[in-house]
């Protein structure tokens, strides 16, 4: 299942007024930088992705420019995939807009008395009617496939029947298969494989000489012959970072400092919440002429305390910018090599760092109580920086919500808020092809 043109539908969904005209979403700093989606009426003139937001309109005067609302995106986001979760035990989500349904086992079930193609309509169906957003299906006997179907059917549906699939991937270009590199693009075509079926024409021997097991089942997936159980693959976080264009560009050493200090902070937080703390932790500015400055330290013990962090990156930020003169327009903050959290939460510690950690601890349990207890949503326990910030004029004081390219990780734990171990069959999976690939071989 995807959303089409998702953010422009939201747009839409906000503000009925614009039902029927064509939209676009502007990104950039100020939200005419370049647009970042198109509905289908805007499409219609021309107007692209990727294209400055000035050139849309000059293209399709008549068309509406939207600023991004992402935390509404968000929240429609999770309205779709909530009716989605009541259609089939395994849903995946893959992006904002986009996620596979796993319809296995349904056959003696569910579908004795529908047809699948009616269930998949009926989930559109039912999104349309509830939280107003189109969504496009397809419906395959693998997720790569079905990705492929939905993007042609865009909009509307499209079933690759059983027997069908070589049929429907022939004269596809391999291209539009997803995650396929630069690399391997050049390399198909250095052996005359532009589409699909010039794949399923190749000797498999030859693929799996070149690209190992993805060119296996990539010569599966050509003659139509794979499919693969729909896994949800939570796999563990190895960075915490954001990056954050500011409001205008600053010549404020101190302020930028400030906001740094401030986006910290909410890192920091954020690894508390998922119980880790990190070895190591780098800063990198970007001026306005794009030149970039970094620096990285390495604790010698995992760190999660807001205290010892912040005054680390107040260190490497003034290192790295001294004698620097050029105005502050990006600011990239990142912790790795994480660990596992175990805190027991103590009122006194005996030592200077276990109080300090207390002190934390107790900032963020008051926190979440009024959070949760209180339906405060706006966050009612500030650091000195993040007061200092909201105090330093007003482009600061309501910070844009950032894009929500959520990870799969963190939309799974948002929907079932458990994050179990999908992966375990995934040996098995290996074994299953390797016997599959060795009969088709000896056919072959
Ligand atoms: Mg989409």
Request: proline letters at 4%.
């Amino acid at each position: 299942m995807d959303g089409d043109s998702f953010f422009a539908s939201c747009e839409i969904v906000l503000d009925k007024k614009l039902e029927g005209r064509a939209v676009w979403v502007g990104g950039g700093r100020r939200g005419d930088g370049i647009v970042i989606a198109a509905n289908r009426a805007a499409r219609k003139f021309g107007v692209k992705t990727g294209m400055a937001c000035f050139e849309a309109k000059r293209l399709c005067p008549r068309g509406v420019l939207c600023r991004p609302h992402y935390d509404e995106y968000r929240r429609l986001s999770a309205e779709m995939f909530h009716v989605l979760e009541e259609y089939s035990p395994t849903l995946v989500p893959i992006s904002i807009d986009e996620g596979f349904l796993d319809f296995t086992t349904m056959d003696r079930h569910v579908f004795r008395n529908t047809t699948p193609e009616k269930y998949v309509k009926e989930i559109c169906e039912r999104i349309w009617h509830e939280v107003k957003l189109p969504v496009s299906a397809g419906l395959a006997n693998s997720s790569r496939l079905a990705k492929l179907a939905t993007d042609a059917a865009k909009p509307g549906y499209l079933e690759i029947k059983t027997g069908e699939e070589k049929e429907f991937l022939k004269d596809r270009c391999v291209r539009e298969l997803s995650g396929l590199g630069k690399n391997r693009q050049r390399a198909l075509a250095a052996l005359g494989a532009m589409t699909f079926g010039h794949v399923a024409k190749l000797p498999s021997t030859l693929l799996k000489q070149k690209f190992g097991i993805w060119g296996q089942k990539l010569w599966l997936f050509s003659n139509g012959l794979w499919n693969e159980p729909l896994l949800l693959e939570v796999k563990d976080r190895t960075t915490i970072s954001s990056n954050t264009t500011l409001p205008y560009d600053e010549p404020d050493y101190e302020a930028a400092l400030t906001f740094a200090l401030s986006e910290t902070t909410r890192l920091v937080g954020q690894l508390r919440r998922e119980q880790l703390q990190a070895r190591e932790l780098s800063l990198t500015i970007r001026f306005d002429d794009f030149g970039e400055v970094g620096g990285s330290h390495r604790f010698r013990h995992p760190q999660f305390q807001n205290s010892i962090i912040n005054s680390e990156l107040e260190g490497i930020f003034r290192g790295i910018m001294a004698g620097q003169t050029k105005m502050v327009r990006q600011i990239r903050i990142a912790f790795w090599n994480l660990e596992k959290l175990d805190t027991q939460p103590t009122l006194w510690g005996r030592t200077q760092a276990e109080r300090w950690g207390a002190l934390d601890e107790a900032a963020l349990t008051a926190q979440k109580i009024l959070i949760e207890k209180f339906k405060i949503d706006k966050i009612p326990l500030m650091t000195g920086a993040q007061l200092a910030l909201q105090q330093l004029d007003d482009a600061h004081k309501n910070p844009k919500a950032k894009c929500p390219f959520v990870p799969q990780r963190e939309m799974v734990k948002k929907l079932w808020g458990t994050d179990a171990d999908p992966l375990a069959h995934k040996g098995d999976m290996e074994k299953r092809l390797a016997k599959v690939s060795k009969q088709l071989q000896f056919r072959h």
